[in-house]
């Protein structure tokens, strides 16, 4: 993309109502604009990084055997009105009426529409067990929509549901959603941190949140240092077989979000013990046959009798993603992506636009990594080197390539990793061959 032709509305100015480094860095780089309170237009630079992270995200849902659907943002309030949660969910649900004056609603989560497809589709054990999910915009009018995208109202959320015939199918699915989500925040380069959640009446231990720890977080966390060192970088994981070992790696230790807290625990663990604050990223819970029996989602056993089905369901704020990605990867001068969700993954800054020298090296280098595949933003602008150093750092592209009248006489590029800050001066294959290792 040559940059003289993108559209990359940056701002120049720190926008007064953004009280924190993401909202105020997604404004400033032209990734997003609000439209109203917690609602944003996405913009180009913006939304390729949310499709990055949904890609991410697709394919270790995909990889589980986790079947993509898409369902509609507008409900029948009728559906909600069988679950019991139609009076029950509260000012958070935006509720319009059709012109036929029927009761509409868009959706806040998807519970109840998955529930009836599933009812009037699937009749047996033998279609057991069986995972969809979605990734769709989802409104709920929050009290205090704040952060830009953050906390928005309305956000885009991949959604799954799990449907066994008993509990212990829940549970199998239950780990592979865990394991999955455990190998999707690593490779969007986070330390995300499964924490008991509340499981309400159903009881059990089937419900995590997922947590990335950052100053600016919502809600107050505590865990066990040992997390810090917890990976699964490097290990082949057999999805069909079994996950329990790496679930209990990840819970055997302490780690609690506000109301799961225990102060016993916690003074037991003395200095192995770290309090921080915390973003939620993801939930997943097991809530058994909450849904399934008042909406009649129920299936043959092998006795013949009729069972209903185990659900479970898993959230991933993919919107809310971007926001806490850049909360933990900043510095003052801007973004610092990493390189799974960057928008671009190079970028060539021409130091003297118009110096045929200069311009020729600079498209050669951009043809070059094209061809490669490379997503390449060449800043081909007439602007002063002081403006492109400033906006290749503040929309966080993880190498640079600069290029001066200086170095193109001798055959030398300057590289730049966003990273490390580090910057070297290289011949052009050098260069190449370094940012492509
Ligand atoms: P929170 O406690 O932050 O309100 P929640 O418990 O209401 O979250 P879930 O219903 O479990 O959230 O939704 C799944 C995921 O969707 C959350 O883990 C979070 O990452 C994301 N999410 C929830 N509400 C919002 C919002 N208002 N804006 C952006 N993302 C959100
Ligand atoms: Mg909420």
């Not at 799954?160 to 212990?168: G, P, V």
């Not at 925040?185 to 995590?208: F, V």
Request: charged content about 25%.
């Amino acid at each position: 993309m040559r940059l003289s032709r993108y559209y990359l509305p940056t701002l120049k100015d720190t926008p007064a109502e953004a009280q924190i480094a993401s909202h105020r860095l997604m404004l400033r780089a032209g990734m997003v604009r609000q439209s109203s309170a917690g609602i944003y237009s996405w913009l180009p630079l913006g939304l390729r990084v949310l499709k990055n992270i949904e890609t991410i995200v697709r394919e270790e849902q995909n990889a589980i055997g986790c079947h993509e659907v898409l369902m509609p943002t507008i409900q029948p309030a009728d559906l909600w009105r069988k679950s019991g949660r139609y009076d029950d969910y509260g000012p958070e649900m935006l509720r319009i009426v059709d012109r036929h004056e029927r009761d509409m609603l868009y959706g806040p989560t998807n519970e109840e529409q998955i529930t009836e497809i599933f009812a009037e589709t699937v009749r047996s054990y033998r279609e057991l067990p069986q995972m969809l999910y979605h990734i769709q915009w989802k409104f709920r009018d929050e009290v205090r929509p704040r952060f830009g995208v953050m906390r928005g109202r309305e956000f885009l959320m991949k959604d799954a549901y799990s449907f066994d015939l008993n509990s212990e199918g829940a549970r199998l699915s239950y780990n592979k959603m865990f394991v999955s989500y455990l190998k999707t925040y690593e490779r969007l380069g986070l330390k995300a941190i499964p924490m008991a959640a509340d499981t309400g009446p159903i009881g059990g231990d089937m419900s995590h949140e997922f947590l990335i720890l950052a100053d600016t977080g919502e809600s107050e966390i505590a865990c066990h240092r040992d997390f810090m060192d917890l990976s699964l970088i490097g290990e082949n994981i057999d999805f069909d077989g079994d996950l329990q070992p790496i679930v209990d790696r990840f819970t055997a230790k302490y780690a609690a979000t506000d109301e799961m807290r225990n102060p016993e625990t916690e003074k037991q663990l003395g200095d192995q013990l770290i309090t921080a604050r915390g973003i939620e990223v993801g939930h997943i819970f097991n809530f058994g046959t909450k849904y399934s029996k008042p909406m009649g989602a129920k299936v043959a056993g092998p006795d013949g009798h009729d069972v209903f089905v185990e659900m479970g369901s898993y959230g991933i704020g993919v919107s809310r993603l971007v926001g806490a990605i850049i909360e933990a990867s900043h510095d003052d001068d801007g973004i610092i992506w990493p390189d799974a969700v960057a928008p671009f993954s190079v970028g060539i800054l021409n130091l003297k636009s118009g110096d045929a020298a200069c311009d020729q090296a600079c498209t050669g280098i951009y043809d070059t990594l094209r061809t490669q595949g490379r997503d390449v933003l060449y800043d081909d602008r007439d602007a002063r080197a002081g403006t492109k150093f400033a906006d290749a750092d503040l929309i966080g592209l993880p190498w640079q390539l600069i290029v001066g009248p200086r170095g193109v006489k001798n055959g030398l590029v300057e590289l730049k990793n966003r990273k490390s800050g580090a910057r070297e001066e290289l011949s052009l294959e050098s260069a190449l061959s370094k940012i492509s290792e």
